[in-house]
């Protein structure tokens, strides 16, 4: 495991060493069909939204992109211009990109529009059961393994659309996510799951963070391991140790990754694709002992940032002063900026080291 000491340098060099930085950001709405999604969704369908962010043509008009009524917005992504012409007629590595729990792809906006302004496409979900725009479920709290799929099915939908597609370079991929994404990130690059580990895990630390009720869904430890153990889900469940790699996935980025617990051992140590883990020191919602820094022990020469002062819903997208008011979450935020910029720092560095063209 390797730690980084200067997370500022980290920074400076990850703006230093981009080859490009684009004026503007489009934006592009899709929508797949995904065979895991009817299991999860409320309403039993089988439908996969995709947010596409991409290096646009310097005069496309941006506009503000928030969560929650433009008037009185909760948070505050950034801004982009809705299908706008990309900016150059060539190919871009490809950043797929997964919410939290109970977020959103609009949730990680502040990450993901920062990498397509560094000259990325970037492909983000919004995951069936598990997202805050339609009902959560108690299916789609637990099948966690299934976010992968959903990353995999993007990028083949996206791959197929008439004005994304031929800009992709489907040989440069890499897998970002926070949290809930943050395992998917680590799942895409081949890390098995047995939820069994954590089962055991919780019962054995009732009181670690990964154990605790979510915000977003009130479904308490012994309600996920009863739904885990049902017959109902034996099926799904069964699925949860197959291989979910992200074919010619090449690095995975992971913010303060959860579930770790139910990642097998010995598929962390077997790992070969590139690994790079940021956390907050602070975080008593994904421990950094018991997750991320558990993990990076395991993974081969995994890259850790741990950030000073930086709690896990710092890495939400940037709460307003309403927002700040009016959701627990944002109220526990204390650091966003921070833990932002480091983000997004160590990224540029990370993935222009294994996606850039030399």
């Given at each position: 495991?390797?730690?980084?000491?200067?997370?500022?340098?980290?920074?400076?060099?990850?703006?230093?060493?981009?080859?490009?930085?684009?004026?503007?950001?489009?934006?592009?709405?899709?929508?797949?069909?995904?065979?895991?999604?009817?299991?999860?969704?409320?309403?039993?369908?089988?439908?996969?939204?995709?947010?596409?962010?991409?290096?646009?043509?310097?005069?496309?008009?941006?506009?503000?992109?928030?969560?929650?009524?433009?008037?009185?917005?909760?948070?505050?992504?950034?801004?982009?211009?809705?299908?706008?012409?990309?900016?150059?007629?060539?190919?871009?590595?490809?950043?797929?990109?997964?919410?939290?729990?109970?977020?959103?792809?609009?949730?990680?906006?502040?990450?993901?529009?920062?990498?397509?302004?560094?000259?990325?496409?970037?492909?983000?979900?919004?995951?069936?059961g598990n997202n805050g725009a339609d009902t959560m479920t108690m299916?789609?709290?637990?099948?966690?393994?299934?976010?992968?799929?959903?990353?995999?099915?993007?990028?083949?939908?996206?791959?197929?659309?008439?004005?994304?597609?031929?800009?992709?370079?489907?040989?440069?991929?890499?897998?970002?996510?926070?949290?809930?994404?943050?395992?998917?990130?680590?799942?895409?690059?081949?890390?098995?799951?047995?939820?069994?580990?954590?089962?055991?895990?919780?019962?054995?630390?009732?009181?670690?963070?990964?154990?605790?009720?979510?915000?977003?869904?009130?479904?308490?430890?012994?309600?996920?391991?009863?739904?885990?153990?049902?017959?109902?889900?034996?099926?799904?469940?069964?699925?949860?140790?197959?291989?979910?790699?992200?074919?010619?996935?090449?690095?995975?980025?992971?913010?303060?990754?959860?579930?770790?617990?139910?990642?097998?051992?010995?598929?962390?140590?077997?790992?070969?694709?590139?690994?790079?883990?940021?956390?907050?020191?602070?975080?008593?919602?994904?421990?950094?002992?018991?997750?991320?820094?558990?993990?990076?022990?395991?993974?081969?020469?995994?890259?850790?940032?741990?950030?000073?002062?930086?709690?896990?819903?710092?890495?939400?997208?940037?709460?307003?002063?309403?927002?700040?008011?009016?959701?627990?979450?944002?109220?526990?935020?204390?650091?966003?900026?921070?833990?932002?910029?480091?983000?997004?720092?160590?990224?540029?560095?990370?993935?222009?080291?294994?996606?850039?063209?030399?």
């Amino acid at each position: 495991m390797l730690l980084r000491l200067s997370l500022l340098m980290a920074f400076v060099m990850g703006i230093a060493c981009s080859s490009s930085v684009w004026a503007a950001v489009g934006q592009r709405h899709l929508v797949a069909t995904e065979r895991t999604a009817s299991a999860r969704d409320a309403q039993h369908r089988n439908t996969l939204r995709i947010t596409v962010w991409y290096p646009a043509a310097s005069d496309a008009p941006e506009h503000p992109l928030v969560i929650g009524p433009p008037n009185k917005p909760l948070f505050d992504i950034g801004t982009v211009a809705p299908d706008a012409v990309f900016e150059r007629n060539q190919s871009y590595p490809v950043i797929m990109l997964s919410h939290g729990f109970g977020g959103t792809a609009r949730m990680v906006g502040w990450f993901g529009i920062a990498m397509a302004r560094d000259g990325y496409i970037v492909i983000a979900v919004d995951h069936p059961g598990n997202n805050g725009a339609d009902t959560m479920t108690m299916t789609g709290a637990v099948l966690w393994w299934d976010r992968a799929n959903d990353l995999r099915t993007a990028l083949d939908e996206v791959g197929r659309d008439p004005i994304i597609g031929p800009h992709l370079d489907s040989n440069r991929v890499g897998a970002a996510g926070f949290s809930a994404g943050g395992f998917a990130a680590l799942v895409a690059a081949g890390a098995k799951v047995d939820p069994t580990r954590w089962i055991r895990f919780c019962r054995e630390n009732p009181d670690d963070g990964d154990c605790q009720p979510n915000e977003e869904f009130a479904a308490t430890f012994d309600d996920q391991a009863k739904a885990l153990n049902s017959a109902e889900l034996a099926v799904d469940v069964a699925q949860a140790s197959q291989d979910h790699t992200l074919p010619r996935l090449r690095a995975a980025f992971a913010i303060a990754p959860a579930w770790v617990q139910a990642l097998d051992p010995a598929s962390l140590s077997g790992l070969r694709v590139p690994v790079h883990i940021v956390l907050g020191d602070t975080d008593s919602v994904e421990p950094p002992a018991t997750s991320g820094l558990a993990a990076a022990a395991l993974i081969p020469n995994a890259a850790v940032d741990l950030l000073p002062g930086v709690g896990h819903y710092d890495f939400l997208a940037t709460c307003t002063e309403l927002g700040r008011a009016n959701l627990p979450p944002c109220r526990g935020a204390h650091a966003q900026a921070k833990a932002h910029d480091l983000a997004i720092g160590a990224a540029q560095v990370f993935f222009g080291r294994f996606l850039r063209v030399p």
